[in-house]
């Protein structure tokens, strides 16, 4: 079965940093690539980031240069080291195995707030 | 920057069928932009329904379909049930890696 299990999220300082991480379970990880999604509080799904199979990496320009995504393969975990936060930021972030041109399964979601 | 369009909502009678519709600001979408669909229920994670503009994932009943009509991606549900009344999201491949999410559609059933 396949599961993807968020964590890392909480709040944060206006000015922050954060990392979540994303346990992947049931599938070949390293055979996938895997993308982060948000959604502000009452808010439409954002997509973040996405991370290819050979570690290619790309950011929607609401977070380019604040936050990074990563891969352990060997540890079948995702990452989103996430700096500069702001307000903004604050978000439900779910992580994604992707399909090719989609995303194909979702987590339950990690709840990151920002706030003073 | 590329915008995705969505009716914010719509409603349906219960057994009916509705048409929610996913275009650009400026351009016409096609099967070059892959689109997918994504049902949420409130409180709940985001489930995929359709990708590839009209590949049902998994699990997904067939009275969800998905299609090109004119300019626009659409989703279409036929035989509308009370489950359905959700938030239906489409996404635009538009780029190598980057997608572009829908504002999103509130389906009343009623």
């Known amino acids: 079965e396949v599961q993807v299990v968020e964590s890392g999220g909480g709040l944060a300082q206006p000015g922050g940093s954060l990392r979540l991480s994303c346990a992947a379970s049931g599938f070949t990880f390293a055979s996938f690539a895997m993308s982060w999604v948000r959604q502000a509080p009452g808010k439409g799904l954002e997509w973040v980031s996405t991370?290819?199979?050979?570690?290619?990496?790309y950011y929607a320009d609401s977070v380019k240069g604040r936050f990074t995504i990563s891969r352990d393969n060997s540890k079948n975990t995702l990452y989103l080291q996430m700096h500069s936060l702001g307000a903004e930021d604050t978000a439900i972030y779910y992580c994604v195995k992707r399909g090719i041109y989609y995303f194909h399964f979702w987590g339950q979601g990690t709840l990151v707030t920002v706030s003073s | 920057q590329t915008v995705v369009t969505q009716e914010p909502s719509f409603s349906v009678s219960p057994g009916g069928t509705v048409t929610l519709t996913c275009g650009l600001s400026s351009g016409s979408v096609s099967t070059s932009y892959y689109p997918s669909w994504y049902q949420q229920t409130p409180g709940q994670a985001p489930r995929t329904l359709i990708y590839n503009t009209n590949t049902r994932s998994s699990g997904v009943p067939d009275r969800f379909s998905g299609s090109i009509l004119g300019n626009k991606a659409a989703l279409t549900i036929t035989g509308a049930q009370a489950d359905d009344e959700s938030d239906y999201y489409c996404?635009?491949?538009?780029?190598?890696?980057?997608?572009?999410f829908g504002g999103g559609t509130k389906l009343t059933v009623l």
């Open positions: 996404v635009l491949y538009i780029a190598t890696g980057i997608s572009v």
């Open positions: 991370i290819g199979r050979g570690g290619d990496t």
